[in-house]
């Protein structure tokens, strides 16, 4: 009677153990879309990632290159003071995206551009996502605004 307890006892923490693996499996299998890596221009210029891979870029908008009008695609480039890399959107940016303000994006790089499928800019006067704060903290050109304590 003792051995038939124990070997059932054994049978069941291997059915957990195989059921926690497949669940565990099933999970990262489907969130696999739902993680985009964030991106700065400078290592996008440097290690440029795979056509197949979708990321999130974000810098400042880049003075004069913003053109609209040319159909539904709008093109500009994205800087973080190192390297600028041109983005591709179809679509309709958002109401406070201008030149010189942060931006956020998501999509793929094909052929040398960002061809965005969303684009996120700032919301108020001093919003400028985490992301790229640190990135232009990192190459040095990042500056707070007047009165404001820069995010850590």
Do not use: C
Not at 45 to 50: K, Q, T
Not at 97 to 114: D, K, S, W
């Amino acid at each position: 009677m003792k051995g038939l307890k124990k070997k059932r006892r054994i049978q069941i923490i291997l059915v957990a153990v195989v059921a926690l693996a497949i669940s565990t499996a099933l999970i990262g299998y489907a969130m696999r879309d739902g993680i985009n890596f964030f991106m700065a221009p400078s290592q996008v210029a440097e290690a440029p990632p795979a056509p197949t891979e979708v990321f999130r870029i974000g810098g400042l908008v880049e003075e004069g290159t913003l053109v609209r009008g040319q159909g539904e695609t709008i093109t500009f480039s994205v800087t973080d003071g190192a390297a600028s890399v041109p983005v591709a959107y179809t679509g309709v940016l958002p109401d406070l995206f201008e030149e010189g303000q942060g931006m956020v994006g998501t999509g793929r790089y094909v052929n040398g551009t960002f061809e965005a499928s969303e684009i996120l800019a700032k919301h108020d006067e001093t919003y400028m996502p985490k992301e790229v704060i640190d990135a232009l903290k990192e190459q040095g050109v990042y500056e707070a605004p007047d009165g404001q304590v820069p995010p850590s």
